[in-house]
Antibody, heavy 124, light 112 residues
């Protein structure tokens, strides 16, 4: 049973960089056809997909965020990470990591499992 | 305004049937792209409930079912139980957003 756990600072100052890590347990991050994603949900709004990364390191980002987002994967530590630069209050949200499944066609993909989520607040 | 529109709340008594809608457009659900549903219990991680429009992962009771018609997908829950009280949200892919994944705003189910 794969389990995901997010970690990182809960408070980030405006204009700084948000950095989060997702630890994968119960399975190898590189052992399947899955990929790994970050999803965030601001309070009172719908979830927003941030990006995905394959164990190879190949990443795809949401066009609305791609200028500020970098994802990386560390197969030796069985974890993957998110960096979001130049944050503002609009980046305040619960950030989730999740495993994407369903093959190479994004139109037939789903997310399972998800991490518990971690609240990141952007404030001085 | 969410790309996928869901009612903010629904309610039903134990044993009843409720349906939650997820209205999309011609660039996502209407294009035939898969719809997935998730359940988020208070304080818990979101859990996959339905994938590929109608499929239940192992362990999900058959009280939960998914369907789709035109630009709208539906999640039906029969035989409501108190533990079904949670937030439910839908997800699909959108070709107008470079095949980004999009989500509904979520529907809070209250079991009366």
């Amino acid at each position: 049973q794969v389990h995901l756990q997010e970690s990182g600072p809960g408070l980030v100052e405006p204009s700084q960089t948000l950095s989060l890590t997702c630890a994968v347990s119960g399975g190898s991050i590189g052992s399947s056809n899955a990929y790994w994603s970050w999803i965030r949900q601001p309070a009172g709004k719908e979830p927003e997909w941030i990006g995905r990364i394959y164990p190879s390191g190949s990443a795809t980002y949401n066009p609305s965020l791609k200028n500020r987002v970098t994802m990386s994967v560390d197969t030796s530590k069985n974890q993957f990470s998110l960096r979001l630069t130049s944050v503002t209050a609009a980046d305040t949200a619960v950030y989730y990591c999740a495993r994407g499944q369903g093959g190479g066609n994004p139109r037939k993909n789903w997310f399972d499992p998800w991490g518990q989520g971690t609240l990141v607040t952007v404030s001085s | 305004q969410s790309v996928l529109a869901q009612p903010p709340s629904v309610s039903g008594a134990p044993g009843q049937r409720v349906t939650i809608s997820c209205m999309g457009t011609s660039s996502n659900i209407g294009a035939g792209y898969d719809v997935n549903w998730y359940q988020r219990l208070p304080g818990a991680a979101p859990k996959l409930l339905i994938f590929g429009d109608t499929n239940r992962p192992s362990g999900v009771p058959d009280r939960f079912s998914g369907s789709k018609s035109g630009t709208t997908a539906f999640l039906a829950i029969t035989g409501l139980q108190p533990e079904d009280e949670a937030e439910y949200f839908c997800q699909s892919c959108d070709s107008a957003l470079s095949d980004s994944w999009v989500f509904g705003g979520g529907t809070k189910l209250t079991v009366l």
